[in-house]
Nanobody
Framework: QVQLVESGGGLVQAGGSLRLSCAAS????????MGWFRQAPGKEREFVAAIRWSDSIRYYADAVKGRFSATRDNAKNTVYLQMNSLKPEHTAVFYCAVHPSGCRTYSYWGQGPQVPVPS
């Protein structure tokens, strides 16, 4: 059973920074992508960033380019999301997810810590 354990969420003041972590464990699978998604209050879940595991190529949503940065620790099957200069509109639940090799999409999801950024 694949498990994704996220940490690092919590309230952050506007202008502050936060780093989320997501560790994948269990099961037997090869990672194609590990990604981050967010769901703001009243909105659909949307893509934030992803890392292609084979070569560390990173992809970002236009809305977060230059503000968020995804990195990884290959040995730990862990991905990080560094978020800087946060604003109230960044308030969301953040989910990490794994897209295993051979699968069509993201198949495993983290629990989704909240990141409130009060105005």
């Amino acid at each position: 059973q694949v498990q994704l354990v996220e940490s690092g969420g919590g309230l952050v003041q506007a202008g502050g920074s936060l780093r989320l972590s997501c560790a994948a464990s269990g099961g037997t699978f090869n990672i194609y992508f590990m990604g981050w998604f967010r769901q703001a209050p009243g909105k659909e879940r949307e893509f934030v960033a992803a890392i292609r595991w084979s070569d560390s190529i990173r992809y970002y949503a236009d809305a977060v380019k230059g503000r968020f940065s995804a990195t990884r620790d290959n040995a730990k099957n862990t991905v990080y999301l560094q978020m800087n200069s946060l604003k109230p509109e960044h308030t969301a639940v953040f989910y990490c997810a794994v897209h295993p090799s051979g699968c069509r999409t993201y198949s495993y999801w983290g629990q989704g810590p909240q990141v409130p950024v009060p105005s």
